[in-house]
């Protein structure tokens, strides 16, 4: 079992700046790909970056250039830091982490973005 837990979500205007966090319950080592998805109201949860053991990273268009995932190994954290928001970012961002062909989620946070 690998427990996850979000933070770092809330309310920014467009333009601004969030970063978000994800400690997992086991060292990362073990984890073989962590994530970022998001699910706006009405739409689909979609991939948002990806971060995998080695270090290779893979984000969504919409977010290229703007977003950045890291890994934090000694303190078992996955960061998403989020730059240059738009209202179209607002959504409930999930961590999610994939290890021995099983999959695991946070229980998700809200970013809003709006003036």
């Known amino acids: 079992q690998v427990q996850l837990a979000e933070s770092g979500g809330g309310l920014v205007q467009p333009g601004g700046s969030l970063r978000l966090s994800c400690v997992a319950s086991?060292?990362?080592?073990?984890?073989?790909?962590m994530g970022w998805y998001r699910q706006a109201p009405g739409k689909q949860r979609e991939l948002v970056a990806t971060?995998?053991?080695?270090?290779?990273?893979k984000y969504a268009d919409s977010v290229k250039g703007r977003f950045t995932i890291s890994r934090d190994n000694a303190k078992n954290t996955v960061h998403l830091q989020m730059n240059s928001l738009k209202p179209e970012d607002t959504a409930v961002y999930s961590c999610?982490?994939?290890?021995?062909?099983?999959?695991?989620w946070g229980q998700g946070t809200q970013v809003t973005v709006s003036s």
């Open positions: 999610n982490a994939f290890r021995r062909g099983q999959g695991y």
């Open positions: 086991t060292n990362i080592f073990s984890i073989d790909a």
């Open positions: 971060i995998l053991s080695n270090g290779s990273t």
